[in-house]
């Protein structure tokens, strides 16, 4: 199956900083990424969809200057979350779908760690 | 929207018995109904899924059986076996390229 890859696996930052996660299709070019946030023993919260070359779609009650999201190429988006603060303590995951009418399944990252102190 | 809901949200059944995932959705006009396998740590993984034109499918040890009528498509797992123990997500998808909405899960443990 198709590989993504997310960076870091896991990082702990202060109160106020700001964390950028990403995620890479490795094998594949992928028009869309998702990403989800997981609470621990918890389902997947999608909180945005983005598509290759144009702005990201919000789920509703996620705040979009807070988490900002960037797919600037086909193996590339990216989720930097501003002036991070405890509660935005999660583990954060991406799953990019390639492009085309014959692609519909996801494949997912391995998930990144956020703790924030 | 779409909701997804998850029954049971834990399950323990013993090695060689068969395990039962219920899921029910809301929108009829949802289409696409994948399961994902999560273990500790690790990606969710795409198991088995089945489209809106099927009522069964199988592949080896699990099968997925969907009834559109009340909106509910469940998981059957034969034959369990301890590597089975994981989290299982159902998810539901309105159209083609679009995201997922999940269910809440259910923690499978499969005891020796």
């Known amino acids: 199956g198709a590989v993504v890859s997310q960076h870091p696996s896991w990082v702990i930052c202060k109160s106020g900083t700001s964390v950028k996660i990403e995620c890479r299709s490795l094998?594949?070019?992928?028009?869309?990424m998702f990403w989800y946030r997981q609470f621990p023993k918890q389902s997947l919260m999608l909180m945005a969809t983005s598509n290759e070359g144009s702005k990201a779609t919000y789920e509703q009650g996620v705040e979009k200057d807070k988490f900002l999201i960037n797919h600037a190429s086909l193996t590339l988006s990216t989720l930097t979350v501003t002036s991070a603060h405890p509660e935005d303590s999660s583990f954060y995951i991406c799953?990019?779908?390639?492009?085309?009418?014959?692609?519909?399944?996801?494949?997912f990252g391995p998930g990144t760690r956020l703790t924030v102190l | 929207g779409e909701n997804v809901e998850q029954h049971p949200s834990t399950l323990s059944v013993q090695e060689g018995d068969s395990a039962v995932i219920k899921c029910t959705y809301s929108?009829?006009?949802?289409?696409?109904f994948p399961w994902y396998k999560q273990e500790l740590g690790k990606r969710p993984q795409l198991i088995i899924d089945?489209?809106?034109?099927?009522g069964e499918k199988k592949d080896q040890r699990i099968a997925v059986t969907l009834n559109k009528t009340a909106k509910h498509f469940s998981l059957h797992i034969t034959e369990t076996q301890p590597e089975d123990s994981a989290v299982y997500f159902c998810a539901a998808q309105l159209s083609w390229g679009q995201n997922f909405v999940f269910g809440p899960g259910t923690r499978l443990s499969v005891l020796p």
């Open positions: 929108d009829s006009a949802s289409n696409y």
């Open positions: 094998d594949f070019q992928a028009t869309t």
């Open positions: 799953s990019a779908r390639g492009g085309g009418a014959g692609y519909n399944e996801q494949f």
């Open positions: 089945i489209r809106s034109n099927v």
